[in-house]
């Protein structure tokens, strides 16, 4: 079940990556800290960008297979599907949102609810899968059924990593967040570069 | 199979008469990632000041094979096992360089004089100690002091680590930044023992893992075992730790 792992590693990754911009927002609202619009960029690319091309494409995988096995989760996978083809649409609200705030600062209010009801989307999103989804995924999937999906999932984690320069290094980004925003959050603040 | 570099047997820790860990064992494999979690108060603090010596105990501590029968923290630095305990305990007013050197000073007065490559390891590990290196450790954030009392214990150039609550206080972030460079310190070859009450974290980067409630072992077993086990998905992955690992703001 190494698959698992990898998805609930994914997961807390993004939930870092939510918390983090919750808190910023509260603090650029409170007058405590400028708001570094590259930063927030970042976060938003991360949270689009990781969730579409690394981490959702595993869990249709996943849930194919629950879907072979059982007619139990029927229910819970055709929640999940529609939110996965809706999260384009998600995040690009959010994305023109940030641009709305980076055109004109007096639109951050209209950020920070995009981000806030985004965030509240994405943390139940997060919870269906955890809650409802993996349980259902450890009942009903076979040892071989694991063995196969861990080798997909290992194969992927490798050809993608972003190391070989034709991905986009997701790890290299993280850290860099991590780099760049204020403390306690992070290391920072430091201006984040592109 | 790797062999050992720690294995404890029956340790036993008294306050008195109340006993805070009672005959525990557990052992660590070389270049493994072993994880110790339970609630607070279960002995995990205890479990790691009673093997390095900090505390007096009962049963036996065998470290890279040889027994010791009444572990002494001298001895126990020397022989290469080195402790970051909870609260960090940095020397806030010296720079962050010094309390590096502080770490080898052990080693150093053994008569090794190879700390300044050692020193250049930890940077290129932390490279955020390397440009704050001339500035005080009271100045620190929460996390870059994580960083350095990490990066202090390395410098004892380690064979085995013991990290007591390293993601303790910090923000999910910096949390995922940690453990990042945990499993980094394992490809590098280091040895590590990690006591943790953020559960979820610390199976998801353990190869091995004990559950230790009210000074026993409870469970035992292979990280993924323990990720997928009913009672810890209940008692320490559950709902509860989701939402406060996503909700606190």
Redesign the interface.
């Known amino acids: ?2 698959a ?2 990898i998805i ?2 994914e997961h ?2 993004l ?6 911009v ?2 910023m927002l ?1 603090e650029v609202a409170a007058g405590r800290l400028e708001p570094d619009l590259k930063l927030f960029k970042a976060m938003v690319h991360y949270l689009e960008a990781y969730a579409e091309l690394r981490h959702h494409p595993k869990e249709d995988v996943l849930f194919k297979y629950l879907e072979q096995r059982t007619a139990e989760g029927k229910e819970v996978l055709e929640k999940l599907a529609v939110q996965h083809r809706e999260a384009p649409q998600r995040i690009a609200a959010l994305e023109q949102a940030l641009a709305a705030f980076t055109a004109d600062p007096s639109a951050f209010a209209g950020f920070a609810l995009a981000f806030e009801r985004y965030a509240d989307f994405y ?1 139940n999103h ?2 269906i899968e ?2 409802i989804a993996f349980p259902l995924l ?1 009942q009903h999937l076979s040892d071989a059924d694991w063995e196969t999906v861990d080798r997909e999932f290992r194969a992927e984690m490798q050809a993608n990593s972003g190391k070989d320069g034709k991905h986009e290094d997701f ?1 290299a980004l ?2 860099k ?3 760049c ?1 204020p ?5 920072g603040p430091r201006p984040f570069n592109d | 199979m790797s062999k050992n570099v720690l294995e404890v047997k029956d340790l036993s820790v008294a306050y008195g008469k109340v006993e805070a860990v009672s005959k525990v064992s557990i052992a660590v494999g070389e270049g493994r990632i072993v994880t110790v979690i339970g609630p607070n108060g279960a002995g995990k603090t205890t479990t790691l000041s009673a093997i390095m010596g900090l505390l007096p105990s009962s049963g036996q501590v065998e470290f890279d094979g040889s027994i010791e029968q009444v572990p002494e923290v001298e001895r126990m630095v020397v022989r290469g096992m080195s402790l970051v305990p909870e609260k960090r305990e940095l020397f806030g007013t010296m720079t962050i360089e010094d309390n590096l050197l502080l770490g080898a000073f052990q080693r150093n007065r053994e008569g090794h004089r190879d700390h300044l490559e050692t020193m250049e390891d930890v940077y290129t590990i932390f490279p ?1 100690l390397r440009e704050r290196r001339l500035q005080a450790a009271g100045t620190m ?4 002091r994580q960083m350095l009392a990490v990066g202090r214990a390395l410098m004892a150039k380690p064979k085995l680590l013991m990290l007591d609550e390293p993601s303790l206080g ?8 940690i453990f ?1 460079i945990i499993t980094e310190l394992r490809r590098r070859g280091v040895s590590i023992l990690l006591v943790e009450q953020n559960a ?2 610390a199976l ?1 980067v353990a190869d091995y893992a004990y559950v230790l409630e009210n000074g026993s072992v409870k469970m035992e077993g292979e990280a ?1 075992q323990l ?2 086990d009913p009672r810890v998905i209940e008692s320490y992955l559950g ?1 509860a730790s ?2 406060q ?5």
């Not at chain 1, 403390?183 to 290391?187: H, I, N, R």
């Not at chain 2, 954030?141 to 870059?144: K, Q």
């Open positions: 079940m190494e698992l792992r609930s590693d807390q990754s939930a870092g990556i939510l918390h983090a919750r808190f509260k943390r997060i919870l955890e809650d450890r790890s993280f850290s967040l991590v780099e925003a403390a306690p959050l992070g290391f | 955020r954030s929460g996390g870059e910090l923000a999910p972030l910096i949390v995922r930044e990042r979820r974290a998801q993924e990720r997928n709902l989701k939402h690992e996503m909700l606190s703001t």
